[in-house]
């Protein structure tokens, strides 16, 4: 037992890892771990995306819920791809890129964000225009960092 929850956790961390090199967080092969970008905005929540409508876009695999959010992303994905690539706001303010949860996210302005926890997530909600500021200059450069 204690093996193999060893060995999740090593897997976990890998794939962390790996994630953390691309400009987009993904894992298992997914952005925004499978969820549809387009239905954070069109429906107020997260909604998990079908392996049957993807799309790839800046080196990572979008899922949709549905042809016709699959048909906006195509349009225009920056309007609905997460900022910072997906990865922490809050991470990304300090300078670092981090793994984030599907749960933690809001819309400021019309842009989605993501944190790494609903800790994390609060800490962000307390100052986020000053962190996004932060958040958008540190991600010139760290976009492109492993």
């Known amino acids: 037992m204690k093996k ?17 090199k691309s400009p987009v967080f993904i894992l298992n092969g997914k952005a925004i771990r499978g969820y549809d970008p387009v239905a954070f905005f069109t429906e107020s929540k997260p909604v ?5 409508l993807t ?5 990572a ?5 549905t042809e016709n959010n699959l048909n906006q992303f195509k349009t225009n994905p920056e309007i609905y791809a ?13 300078n670092h890129k981090a793994p984030t949860l599907t749960e933690t996210w809001t819309i400021i302005n019309n842009k989605l964000y993501f944190n790494y926890s609903q800790s994390v997530k ?3 909600i307390s100052n986020q225009d000053s962190l996004i500021k932060r958040a958008e ?3 010139i450069t760290l976009k492109d960092k492993e």
Do not use: M
């Open 61 to 65: 695999t979008w899922n949709f819920s």
């Open 137 to 139: 200059y540190h991600w």
């Open 122 to 124: 609060q800490k962000w």
């Open 48 to 52: 998990k995306g079908k392996d049957s």
């Open 82 to 94: 997460p900022q910072f690539g997906g990865y922490c706001a809050y991470g990304t303010a300090g």
């Open 55 to 59: 799309f790839e876009w800046n080196g």
């Open 4 to 20: 193999t929850l060893i060995l999740v956790l090593l897997i976990n961390f890998f794939y962390t890892l790996n994630a953390q």
